[in-house]
Each structure stands twice: as structure tokens, then as C-alpha cells.
């Protein structure tokens, strides 16, 4: 599942970042700012014009993603 399918609320498992090209500079952010395999993720709120831009939890630190960057994170959703 991508993380910009989560539903509100659910807590999810980070598996990878998909990179869109050989060197994607974006990719290479989410994964410095935390979005690394293994790492718990929340999806706490959606902005109100399309659901964008989605606050996401990572550990304790809140990020503004806009869905085209949290469709790059997949996920597994925990139980």
C-alpha cells in the first residue's frame, strides 16, 4: 500500500521509498528525513482542498507531504 492510500488515523510500517528516475533528489529527502524501511508511520490529518497536503507522523516528528511525494512511500499496514 502507498502511503497516500493510509487511511486517516492508521499506523503503518515504512518497506521502501520508490525512487521515480536514477537519481531522484526527493526520494533521497524522504529518506534523510526519516521515511527508511522499518520505521512506524501515522497518517494523522489531510489538508482540506484534495486531501493535500497529508500530515504524516514519523517517530515523534510531523511532516506536511504532498500526495505525489507520499505515493512514493510503500508501507505495511500494521495490526
Known amino acids: 500500500m502507498r ?38 508511520v501515522r497518517l494523522t490529518a489531510t489538508g482540506p482542498i484534495g486531501a493535500d497536503p497529508l500530515l504524516v507522523q514519523v517517530g515523534f516528528t510531523r511532516f506536511a507531504l504532498r500526495r505525489s511525494e507520499a505515493a512514493r512511500v510503500i508501507v505495511e499496514v500494521s495490526a
Open 3 to 40: 502511503l497516500s492510500d493510509l487511511p486517516r488515523y492508521a499506523t503503518a510500517i515504512i518497506q521502501r521509498v520508490e525512487p521515480t528516475q536514477d537519481v531522484d533528489p526527493i526520494a533521497r529527502r524522504l529518506a534523510d528525513l526519516g521515511f527508511v524501511p522499518g520505521e512506524t
